[in-house]
């Protein structure tokens, strides 16, 4: 009788995990406010209630003046970089392990992403990397906090200052985080924040810019709001040579949702980094099991997702892949990570952009060992649960490897 739940056995977790989104009767009331009061659209010239009410309260909580809303994160990474006046000619670095958005984003200005692999002991960008990437063509950096973890912003900074670069933060999956005593979006000279289904924070969909510098303020909300500037006034094509205009606005349903989860984040955010520490403690204890070195300077974060390494040797060879079927079948929702950048994006069609791009990224191998045959990922909605949730996780590892001839 095999022990394994792939192969007939019983699964060693068969009660559910927390659900996701969260929501009461706050977001309820909220929402019969905002349809009630008959201003459902995105401010048009201004913000609207519940934006202007929201872009204060969530750029406050992350250091920031300024706020702008936007209907995603990968429009706020795209109103950020326009805003940065970055386009066609330049280049802009990213990390090779993200959501494809984060080069999605830099392609939908003409500039080109240079992909720079990951540290291996974090999956967050490598600063020497980034070092050895930057030319005069390059314009910005956006960094990514992948994995509820950090690259060394510190450095990404200094490299930034000294280089004139323009430091874009794509928080997407950053909600609340802290690098020493700066919340993040607050880091560089933008913060990029969506809030998608599966964000921390969520309205469907979302996504926010936050900044310090008014100038940058002004360009965004008028980026998204077709050219107008918020507080009177309309940009005239030509004015500002490098920019078009777009309706990218957020709705005051959407806003109102926000409000409500914005009350709820320092407490969710407390219960997913115990569970996700304690959770990296116990891993360490499993052989062949390598949990992500968190950046001590990153004091206040949360799993997005969670991720650990695994090393196929000590489970006889057994391929990344089929270990991740074997773990799902115990009960445990887990997935591979995605693709690096340089193998998702589909580079640009222009003749001369497409040299430029091909020349610039040639591989990642730590992105790459990462995709293919490490990195397991864990959804952060498990890290709302108890101690014995991440009991079980562990568990079933061990089972996995213990049973390990059912797998060959
Ligand atoms: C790191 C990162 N950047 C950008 C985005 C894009 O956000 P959205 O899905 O709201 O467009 C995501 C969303 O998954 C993300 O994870």
């Known amino acids: 009788m095999p022990s394994l739940a792939i192969r007939g056995g019983r699964p060693l977790r068969d009660k559910g995990w927390p659900s996701w989104p969260i929501y009461d009767e706050r977001e309820l009331k909220a929402l019969e406010e905002v349809l009630k009061s008959r201003f459902w659209g995105g401010g048009v010239g201004k913000s609207g209630p519940k934006e202007r009410e929201f872009e204060e309260k969530f750029a406050n909580y992350h250091g920031c003046r300024y706020g702008v809303c936007v209907s995603s994160g990968t429009v706020a990474l795209h109103v950020a970089l326009l805003a940065a006046g970055v386009g066609p000619g330049d280049e802009v670095i990213v990390p090779a392990l993200t959501f494809w958005a984060t080069g999605s984003a830099v392609l939908m200005t003409g500039a080109i992403p240079v992909i720079v692999d ?17 030319t005069d063509r390059t314009k910005a950096i956006i960094s990514v906090y992948n994995y509820g973890n950090a690259p060394d912003m510190d450095e990404i900074v200094r490299l930034a200052k000294e280089n004139d670069l323009v430091l874009i933060e794509d928080c997407a999956r ?61 940009y005239r094509i030509g004015i500002l040579k490098w920019l ?20 709820r984040l320092e407490e969710q955010l407390k219960i997913r980094q115990e569970n996700s520490e304690y959770l990296s403690k116990r891993l360490e204890e ?16 949360q799993p997005w997702p969670f991720a650990f390494k695994y090393d196929a040797s000590y489970f006889k060879g057994v391929p990344l892949e089929r270990f991740i079927e074997a773990l799902r079948a115990e009960g445990i929702p887990c997935s591979r990570t995605e693709p690096p950048l340089h193998i998702a994006l589909v580079p640009p069609r222009d003749p001369k952009a497409y040299e430029l791009y091909v020349r610039r990224n040639r591989g990642c191998p730590i992105a790459e060992k990462a995709y293919y045959e490490e990195a397991v990922e864990l959804p952060q909605y498990l890290f709302l649960g108890t101690k014995e949730d991440m009991d079980d996780i562990v568990e079933a590892i061990i089972k996995i490897h213990k049973n390990i001839d059912e797998l060959l």
């Open 286 to 301: 499993v052989e062949g099991i390598t949990p992500l070195r968190i950046n001590p300077r990153l004091t206040r974060y």
């Open 244 to 263: 078009n205009w777009y309706n990218y606005r957020m709705t005051q349903f959407q806003a109102a949702i926000l409000l409500v989860q914005l009350e």
């Open 174 to 234: 950053a909600h609340g985080f802290v690098w020493r005593d700066k919340p993040v979006g607050s880091i560089g000279d933008m913060g990029c924040f969506s809030f998608q289904q599966g964000k921390f924070m969520t309205a469907g969909e979302g996504g926010i810019v936050i900044t310090n510098n008014p100038m940058y303020a002004e360009i965004c909300h008028a980026i998204k709001d077709c050219g107008r500037i918020r507080g009177g006034g309309v």
């Open 118 to 134: 990951v540290d291996p002991n974090t999956y967050c960008l490598a600063v020497e990397g980034v070092e050895d990437a930057i």
